[in-house]
């Protein structure tokens, strides 16, 4: 025979969750922070992706190779590098 579920209802946990959360309980720092790395990471996630994604493209279209396609994925790699890289911060 089957256990029992441990909730009655299939989002009673959730339900506890968002009844528990206590809007703007964040410290201005750790928004900041959390603000911060998830921008950090999507820029230069979305270089690598982009530099993969050419460097694919450029391997495997009909006429393509490897060494284009590194040519490529590379250039765009360090360009991207030297556009996205943190200068000085703008002090307000």
Do not use: N, R
């Amino acid at each position: 025979m089957a256990e029992p579920h441990l909730h009655h209802t299939p989002t009673e946990a959730a339900d506890h969750d968002a009844q528990a959360y206590t809007h703007g309980t964040m410290t201005i720092e750790e928004q900041t922070s959390t603000f911060g790395l998830f921008m950090t990471l999507a820029k230069w996630g979305s270089l690598a992706v982009a530099s993969i994604l050419l460097f694919l493209i450029l391997w495997f279209q009909p006429g393509g190779s490897l060494i284009v396609g590194l040519m490529g994925g590379v250039g765009l790699a360090v360009a991207g590098w030297f556009f996205l890289k943190s200068g000085k911060a703008a002090s307000h």
